[in-house]
């Protein structure tokens, strides 16, 4: 046994290699609006300060260009890795191009960077699966009826995956004449408001007929409910989410959201640290031969597993796991 092994048996194994001199690793977040983002964000500088890393954090609220002038920025800095969720998906290939002729080794975190030729990982969830559960339980609750299908911001590959997922279910049911998709739209920058209000319209042009709303997200979901509420239609029609966010969890609780999808995003985050730190120290990832296709190449890919959470699984998966507090979500 080589004398590393020897020593780290000794001390226990760790699972997140200590570096010898703290490397710095860059974080680049399209936005702290949504909980799940700052909660990442909370994870990745904790996971960080264990792994005695170096972690230098930028948010780009929304905007591609400042994102790019942002990571350039981090490059200078001198980090080893960037951990990437890009805002815009296309337009971020240009910080893989430059993160690469600068010998840093990019992640693309959660969202893929697509578009680019280049070398580089993808760490996520499985996001055509998360539509599936979208798409599987809203078309279970709701066979037949007037829906409302809406997707992410068109910027965000996520968004693409979620409704590609999600339309495996409600499309046959469409072909079929069951279900009628009375609205079919992107929402600009996954903003509720703008849910809000594309659902204010298709229950007015459509005479409040409307059975289901598929909503990508918690964030979504939020706005359009706010939408079904002003037309006393909150908790009569079923309506998705995504994010096992206290805000959508506590609607579930209150019966206005039917479901949402948890994605376990301290164990993304730890993930991404680790990744991070094997990069540094030269270690390929060993994606098991799993890749993602990003438009020009194979990304290998690091993909973990989503769950779905409605009021019956709600405390044995958000709660019992400590994801969310108990008393938060049965607040009076
Ligand atoms: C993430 C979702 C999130 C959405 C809006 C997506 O890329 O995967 O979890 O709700 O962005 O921020």
Redesign the pocket.
Known sequence: MKMRAILAVLIGAVAMPALAASVKVGLSL??QR?E??VKDKQAMEADAKKAGVDLRVQVTDNDAAKQVAQCENLVSQGIKVLIL?PHDASSASVIVDKANKAGIKVISY??LVTDSPLDYYYL??D?VK?GELQGEYITKKVPKGNYIVLA??PT?N??KL?REGAMKYIKPLVDRGDIHIVMDQFVKD?QPSEAQKLCEQALTANQNKVDAVLA????TAGGCIQALNAQGLAGKVPITG??AELAGAIRIVQGTQSMTVF?DTRQLARKAIEMAVDLANGKPIDTQGRVVNNGKRDVPSVLLTPYVVDKANLDEVLVKSGYLKKEAVYRK
């Open positions: 399209p936005t949504e799940r983002w969720a959660d969202r996520s969830f996001n998360v992410g911001s965000d996520n968004a979620f996954w990508p997200n918690d964030g995504q994010d994605k």
